[in-house]
């Protein structure tokens, strides 16, 4: 369909061959027109104060109306690369060329941040994790909600309600910690249900716990700061106190979690996942707890507690959350809705001691302002509604189920070849095979059978003494438990 | 409503007294009686190995059932305070007190970042401008869209579909770039209205332009990096890049602008708004924008377009981007909806080199993973069915019906009195007094005649030579733009 007009005629008194090929592709002539005149003075190929054809014989050379080429010199006089001249006709400004190269040496040469750097070192293990090309049977993910089990007619209806009735004052911008209505529905929940002593103030809602930790990062710790990390950990929290420069000190876990007795003598601030540990799965007893309180009054350190799994303990009534014993005003929560609603939502939270309200809100606004809106306003109304824990008691029971159906399993077909760690509370459990397998080979072959495990080795700050398998069940249907862990006892 | 009892019979035996006051609270009795233990062991008032009352007797003496008493217990044993001995009762178990001080010596003793004691030292600046007490009946806002004037049933029809229609995958993690879908449409839109030259790759979606300009810094400044600034210039991308500890360069803004040729001999990149430079108003002539893109390639800088009103331009069509005239991969375009949808939705983009893409996205999903998805997935509809460019020209038609209204009201109460910049696009201008008035002044008795106007002085870098207010028309009516300008009269 190309329509290309070679306007001879005007070689003349130009310095270029008027060749501007007319394509019925959808642009518009006169955009066409513009296009082809702007990249040749860009480019030198038109000089300063050269004449352009005038508007009248340029359209009969191109067979076009006269308006379309009108319409093409009134955008490249509005946006300087022409100049009228009364009377006189239209040419190129003067000073446009300067230095425009033809060649790749302009190139920008860009030098990354130190952060940058590490991050850009540290992307194939930061980066989202790709989705399997074949999708498995028997996949056991963790660290994700069952998306499917979520009451979304509830949600939806909530969330229309909230986007229909919003007042405009809604679509404006927001406090930086977040709706209040949130903060205080949040702040009863979690006193009942985490033991969580705080009131709203000191609640900073959040674009996903990730958030969370990026800010703890950027407000607590300096290039240099000793952290202490457990060993494994979340790698979340990993990458990010790794990518600004923190120097992290493994502490071992063993059944118990983290054990304080091997806590640094000094540390800026100790991550930790009492819970539920990320990845073992171990519960962190009371004295425990304690002992870590103390050693952080003696460190003068502060105490990170995610608590992404708080909610799911099986058997005995759940663990109440450090930040619960915490009076000194050492503990810094984290929670999150992605495993328990779901994670596109994108919020979680924070909550800070009083003295560290105002610099951390401070620096949610610098980062992005605040979290949108309407989703908060949803959550605050499912949370106070008493539906979210009216759900939660729902994948309670689903995982209870699950999870028995798994241990039975386990204890039929792998019962006399594995360990198995994690399974009092959260929605995954590890194995730990006596004999000696590797993590990558017994991947693979899982793979090829259908089943999906997870490796622990990645979590390890250090070399890890043994292989060790992530099985989450919070996804899984009870049959495809059993049948996943059958095929696995070819595995392992 | 106080049930205050003193059990003095089991003074004898224990070393405490126990008075519970059981209130009518709202707290189950049970959670009543678990707490009082709780604090009662923590605190040291009762010791180690310390022999609680049985759960009858102790349920006679308070007066209560004896499954609220045991029900307490229970918690308690599940935690850790107490040990069951078979036969014997239940105990305080060992060593849960270590040094817990009653005294406030324990007190955190927080260390804050550098990055957070800029932050923190800013606050007030920085910290969501505070609603006025009294709201002002003529109120020259600016910075933020229309809100009454968008379609909101077109969008709740939209939102709510992607709500219903959402596939399970859409509630999971999604790509930290964003949803291809809005970048596909972002990507036709901004070629067509911005001349902005990418392919969908290059976008990356963030939470609000805020997050792109933090991004930015994080990326691409160290602490001490030359950066060069227009003076005055947007607080938003000041204030990140001074907490990020940046040395911030002034570069001369005149009526056209940032000055090319005061730009200095080195930085790590220059932060411009030459669309409509913020505040003034500028629009940045061709001639200075190829200036601009020959200084970055001398001094191998970066230079970042912030195009945040570049969608509003009057009597003449709008100037393309700096982004499509650059041909090195020099320049990093940001945009936002938060002055065209509404700032609650948090949406924005940054446009990168493509050499920058994959350091950008790793950098992204480190912070906050990706932006909620439901609104992006609504917004790429919004833009790819035609609803947004539709939006926006019934934005530019009552705005330009606006400005003239403000232009004539200025020219007929102010003409003699005021010099005006930043009518040519955008949805604010701004009034030079030609006396000498000091800006608090101005504002104040503005605002005891109900008239809100904004001082220009707080953007600047350097002391300002003269006083300067902003004001924004694209939230007002008509006939209050031209009352406020009366008004004013009083007042310039």
Redesign the interface.
Known sequence: MERAVDCGLFKGPFSVTFVIPLLNDGEPLSRQIYLWFRKAI?RGDMKSDERLPSTREFAEHLNVSRTVVVLAY??LL????VRGRPGSGTYV?????????SSRA???????????RS??E??PK???PARRATSLRYDFEYG?SD??Q?PFETW?RM??RH??KAP?R???????GGSMALREALTAHLRRSRAVVCDPSQVII???S??AL?LIA?????RGDRVAMENPCYQGAR??LR?IGARLLPVPVDADGLNPASLPERA?LAFVTPSHQFPTGAIL???RR??LL?W??RA?A?VVEDDYDGEFRYE??P??SLQG?D????VIYIGTF?RTI?????IGYLIV?K??T??F???K???????????QETLAEFIASGMYERHLRRVRRRNTSRRKVLLEAIDKYLGDRVQVTGYGAGAHVVLWPDKRIAESAALESAGSRGVGIYGISPYYLTKPARSGFILGFSRMREPDIREGIRRLSQVL
């Open positions: 860009l009134e955008q509005a946006e300087g690369f400004t003067q000073g446009l060329q300067a230095s425009r190269p302009g190139r920008a040469n860009v030098r990354l941040s130190r952060f940058a991050v850009a540290a992307a930061i980066e989202v994700r998306i499917e979520f939806r969330l229309l986007a229909r405009v809604e679509l404006d911008y927001a406090p930086a959040v674009s996903g990730q958030q990026d950027r407000v607590l710790v300096e990458e990010v990518n800026r007893p009371l004295a304690l002992a103390d952080a009054r003068d502060l005995e009534q663990l109440q014993l009076t000194d005003g050492r992605s779901f994670p596109a939502l994108r001691p003295s560290l105002a610099v809100t401070s620096a606004w610098l980062c992005d302002r605040h979290t949108a809106t309407l989703e």
